[in-house]
């Protein structure tokens, strides 16, 4: 059970929101492997054994295809690994592919934790009171995709028959024609119904969700390592050289330990409430 998206919204979005801009930032293979190994651990938390299958057919091949991408259009470095018609390859142009796959799949894996955690009820929570309009629109827009993945699913299995005579793309296209229509259904109803319920931009915004002593120090956490981090990347503490030669300079330890407790903080917090609660059960 997962106990870190119990934690309060406003708490648990500026803590992605510090991972993923540092994921960005930070551009060192050593910062990158942990970002991504905590992401994904923490995904299993959330989803069990269906990690490893976004795992495999996902991630570590856009991680193979952004290094090999990079590697034959990029010819950059003074390690050559080997030479084919004038066109050097480099060493320093796969391994930087590889930490810009690591990158974007480290990113992409805390979004998808942020989804799971983050719902459009916690989003709203979260920016209610500051921008109401916009957030019921981001909201009602990121509902609808799995929406219409359900919308689609159900046109392609009742047209199956029908399209049989029909060519793939054919029937391709008149399965999108009916999900865009459906979509744009569904979005007038949304409207309709919340004006007749009588929306506006005046409504005062009821939140479930109150902020504690937890809530606060996870907040606190996440912005001071945030801030740390960031002016020790300011002051070229966390370089690493990729060309002409790779080279990684001193690897200092205070930002590595913010940055490993910022990044496994969720799993901490997991681990660390299952310990209490594991204890409470043999006291009784």
């Not at 905590?38 to 991630?59: E, N, T, V």
């Not at 993945?149 to 299995?157: G, V």
Request: glycine residues 4%; contains cysteine.
């Amino acid at each position: 059970m997962d106990r870190f998206s119990k934690y309060n919204p406003k708490s648990t979005f500026l803590f992605f929101l510090c991972v993923i801009l540092l994921t960005i930032i930070i551009m060192h293979p050593v910062y990158l492997a942990l970002s991504l190994l905590s992401g994904f651990i923490y995904k299993l938390i959330l989803q069990g054994k269906k990690a490893f299958s976004y795992l495999f057919k996902f991630i570590l091949p856009l991680i193979l295809f952004i290094s090999v991408f990079n590697f034959i259009f990029a010819h950059y470095g003074d390690t050559v690994l080997f030479a084919f018609r004038n066109i050097y390859f480099t060493f320093e142009s796969l391994f930087y592919g590889f930490c810009q796959g690591m990158m974007v799949a480290g990113v992409i894996v805390w979004f998808s934790d942020y989804s799971i955690v983050i719902t459009s009820e916690r989003f709203l929570s979260v920016f209610g009171k500051i921008a109401p309009n916009t957030a019921m629109i981001f909201s009602s827009v990121l509902s609808f995709i799995p929406r219409m993945e359900k919308n689609y699913r159900e046109i392609r299995d009742a047209r199956k028959l029908l399209d049989e005579k029909n060519g793939k793309f054919k029937s391709a296209l008149n399965v999108f024609s009916s999900v865009i229509t459906m979509t744009l259904e569904d979005t007038i109803s949304l409207g309709d119904s919340m004006k007749a319920r009588g929306f506006s931009s005046k409504r005062k915004v009821y939140s479930k969700y109150r902020f504690n002593a937890k809530d606060f120090l996870l907040l606190f956490i996440s912005l001071s390592i945030f801030i740390v981090l960031c002016i020790f990347k300011i002051t070229s503490s966390l370089t690493f050289i990729f060309e002409p030669v790779t080279e990684m300079g001193d690897l200092l330890l205070l930002p590595l330990v913010l940055y490993s407790l910022l990044v496994f903080l969720p799993v901490i917090i997991d681990f660390w409430e299952d310990i209490k609660w594991r204890t409470l059960k043999r006291k009784i």
